[in-house]
């Protein structure tokens, strides 16, 4: 089984400041790493993901996120905020084997980009 | 262009109406999901289906039930709704691949009185 921590349920921060959402998991397999994003009205749709490879994934608005193994983390993070992202991001697992692949989510947490 | 529908968007009932929440998608993916989502709580998966007439109870536990006749259609259905129903409603499919990435429709916000 697996589980998503996200820390922060909400993160307040300025236009143009840089922000990191933090996501620890637990797992007793290896697993893929996602982070979704919600806009106000909409569903979630995907941000970036980890599958193999290099532990640092980029999204194409500038966002990043990087595995630590050793910690069991996959912490998002962005430069330069944007009034735009503002929204819920949640974190999610999905075990490598077994086939499912169903993910576990976190609880999300909620971006709010004051100007 | 390939999507995910759900309709309504927004659904106001009373206490033991009978409803269906409509999910449809373009994309010929064979999973599909149904999540309810309350604020500031975990996605919770209530029911999933890996093909046509295949159907399966997720981690949540749920009065609904679902149908797969068609590969693009993934309906859910209340018998007799309560307030305890009340909740935004997530549909979603995945193509097939490590890690399976999810694409979500807009949601149903069900409110039950």
């Known amino acids: 089984a697996q589980s998503v921590t996200q820390l922060d349920s909400q993160v307040p921060v300025f236009e143009e400041a840089p922000v990191e959402l933090r996501c620890n998991y637990s797992s007793s397999v290896s697993v893929y790493l996602f982070w979704y994003v919600q806009y106000p009205n909409q569903g979630l749709q995907l941000l970036l993901k980890?599958?193999?490879?290099?532990?640092l994934v980029k999204s194409i608005n500038g966002f990043e996120a990087e595995f630590n193994k050793s910690q069991t983390s996959f912490h998002l993070r962005k430069p330069s905020v944007h009034i735009s992202d503002t929204a819920e991001y949640f974190c999610a697992v999905s075990p490598l084997s077994g086939g499912s692949y169903i993910p576990t989510f976190g609880r999300g947490t909620s971006l709010i980009v004051h100007p | 262009e390939a999507d995910i529908y759900q309709t309504p968007r927004y659904l106001v009932i009373g206490t033991g109406k009978k409803i269906t929440l409509e999910c449809s998608q373009t994309m010929g993916h064979d999973k599909m999901y149904w999540y309810q989502q309350d604020p500031g709580m975990e996605l919770h998966l209530i029911h999933y289906s890996y093909g046509v007439n295949s159907t399966e109870k997720g981690d949540l536990s749920s009065e609904s039930t679902v149908s797969r006749i068609r590969t693009e259609h993934f309906p859910l259905t209340l018998e007799s709704a309560r307030p305890s129903h009340t909740s935004q409603y997530l549909c979603?499919?995945?193509?097939?691949?490590?890690?399976?990435?999810?694409?979500f429709g807009p949601g149903t916000r069900l409110t039950v009185l």
């Open positions: 980890y599958l193999s490879g290099s532990t």
């Open positions: 979603a499919s995945s193509e097939p691949g490590p890690g399976d990435t999810q694409y």
